[in-house]
Nanobody, 125 residues
C-alpha cells in the first residue's frame, strides 16, 4: 500500500523559509514522478512543482519559480520542497503526490495516483 506522508509545515513570516518533506513508501518509485500541489481556502488545488524520480528533471509553476526548489533523496525515499522568500499568498495546505510517468497532464490533479494528507503552511505579513 502506497503511503505519502508530508511534514514540515508551519507558521512563518513573509520573507522566511520552510522545507517540506514527503516520505514515500509501499513500492518502488523509479518509474514515477513526484509533485507538490497546494490548496488555499476556497480555491482549487494548484500545481507547484514536479520532479522525475529517476532522472531528477524538475518543473515549477511560474508563481514559485526562483523561490521554491524541489529535490529528492533516493536513499531516504523522500521528496523535499524548499520554500524561500515566502509570501502571504503562499499560504495553503501543501500536498505531495505521485504518478506513473506519463507525458502530458502532469499539472492537473487527475494525473496523480497517490496523495498525502497535506501539511499547512501559513505566511504572515
Amino acid at each position: 500500500q502506497v503511503q505519502l506522508v508530508e511534514s514540515g509545515g508551519g507558521l512563518v513570516q513573509a520573507g522566511g523559509s520552510l522545507r517540506l518533506s514527503c516520505v514515500a513508501s509501499g513500492r518502488t518509485f523509479e518509474s514515477y514522478a513526484m509533485a507538490w500541489f497546494r490548496q488555499a481556502p476556497g480555491k482549487e488545488r494548484d500545481f507547484v512543482a514536479r520532479i522525475i524520480w529517476s532522472g531528477g528533471n524538475v518543473y515549477y509553476a511560474d508563481s514559485v519559480k526562483g523561490r521554491f526548489t524541489i529535490s529528492r533523496d533516493n536513499a531516504k525515499n523522500t521528496v523535499y520542497l524548499q520554500m524561500d522568500s515566502l509570501k502571504p499568498e503562499d499560504t495553503a495546505v501543501y500536498y505531495c503526490a505521485a504518478a506513473r510517468l506519463k507525458p502530458t497532464g502532469w499539472r492537473t490533479v487527475s494525473h496523480y495516483d497517490y496523495w498525502g494528507q497535506g501539511t499547512q503552511v501559513t505566511v504572515s505579513s
